[in-house]
């Protein structure tokens, strides 16, 4: 058992799995029962006398639909993750050889320029008789 996982996480996704199936199938039900009778009214049989399962369906549906989506979200998310990771690799691997030698030519070039900095120090014309007279107090 993972240690995000509580004791009873096994029982608790499989009652949303079919907790979650079973409420979104009775409010579908439930809806296309208001639903023809609503769109029956319209061919002459009278007013809609069961358009009330609507206001029943819709919220078991939804009901439904959102333990539906909390019992398979470790699934949905593991599916996903399958068919990104090896996408993602391959997308990484290209982009590190194709950006290899543009990689080269910009540590070169600041290795150059750290080695010209470092020599041009070196080399301010303020050595006297081969000891440098850099001091705070004097300027060059």
Same mark, same amino acid.
């Given at each position: ?56 369906? +819709?919220?078991? %549906?939804?009901? &439904? ?9 470790? @699934? *949905? /998310? ?13 997308? +990484?691997?290209? %982009?590190?050889? &194709? ?9 070169? @070039? *600041? /290795? ?29």
């Amino acid at each position: 058992m993972n240690q995000l996982q509580t004791p009873r996480h096994t029982a608790t996704r499989t009652f949303l799995r079919v907790a979650g199936l079973l409420l979104g199938s009775t409010g579908l039900v439930f809806l296309i029962i208001g639903l023809s009778s609503f769109f029956a009214a319209f061919g002459g049989s009278g007013s809609p006398r069961l358009f009330w399962c609507c206001w029943v369906g +819709i919220p078991l %549906l939804f009901v &439904g639909g959102v333990m539906c989506l909390f019992g398979f979200m470790g @699934a *949905v /998310a593991r599916y996903t993750a399958a068919e990104q990771v090896p996408v993602a690799a391959a997308a +990484i691997s290209d %982009l590190a050889s &194709g950006t290899q030698d543009a990689v080269k030519t910009v540590s070169r @070039a *600041v /290795a150059e320029g750290v080695l010209e900095a470092h020599s041009d120090k070196k080399s301010c014309g303020c050595s006297k008789n081969g000891v440098n007279q850099d001091t705070p107090d004097r300027q060059h």
